[in-house]
């Protein structure tokens, strides 16, 4: 019996499907648990990949911090050593001059000294920002924007008024007694008119 001849669309399909199952080193296409634990396993090394390179970055960061102290360091060798050559081809020289040469020689070296902590203080200290850290520090703002919000939206509820519902009713107490305070006041300078009148 012939098998049914297949379309072109499926049998690039079937040749895609057979190929995405050589590659993950799946025995049986049919079975999508296996593309479910290849799938996962893959997660898994891309993920310990990543955390390596993570790794021998920050290692590639502190390399070349070293070779950056170093490189100072060997310019300041290399000054030192000429000056002091530069000392002993000169042995006419009286003793002030020798003196005066030995203050400038110390004077450099500590200008040396400041340069080589300036390079060290300019680099800098933490690895780059993480994926990792990104995404928390995100999750975080993003959570302190929505509480930010939910305090605006209950203050404009209340309108001006405390948020303290126990405050807001004694100073809603405090403005009828005061109400009631100059409504007596009224009462009183009307009937004192009255009587001035009459």
């Not at 203080?121 to 994926?131: F, G, H, L, Q, R």
């Amino acid at each position: 019996m012939d098998l049914p001849q297949l379309s072109d669309d499926v049998e690039e399909r079937l040749d895609l499907l057979q190929h995405v199952a050589e590659v993950l080193c799946i025995d049986d296409p049919s079975d999508f648990s296996s593309y479910s634990s290849a799938i996962t396993q893959l997660t898994t090394d891309s993920l310990s990949a990543q955390k390596l390179l993570n790794r021998l970055q920050f290692i590639e960061h502190e390399l070349q911090t070293h070779l950056a102290a170093t490189r100072v360091e060997q310019r300041l060798l290399a000054k030192w050593n000429s000056a002091l050559e530069a000392d002993r081809g000169d042995e006419q020289g009286s003793a002030a001059m020798i003196e005066r040469r030995k203050e400038d020689l110390v004077r450099k070296a500590k200008e040396y000294h400041e340069e080589l902590k300036a390079v060290l203080k300019a680099m800098p200290d933490t690895p780059p920002v993480s994926v990792a850290r990104l995404t928390e520090q995100e999750n975080r703002n993003k959570t302190r924007e929505q509480e930010l919000k939910t305090k605006r939206a209950k203050i404009k509820a209340f309108k001006g008024l405390p948020p303290n519902l126990d405050l807001a009713r004694h100073e809603l107490r405090n403005a009828r007694d005061e109400l009631g305070k100059l409504t007596q006041l009224r009462e009183r300078l009307l009937g004192r008119m009255a009587e001035g009148v009459s």
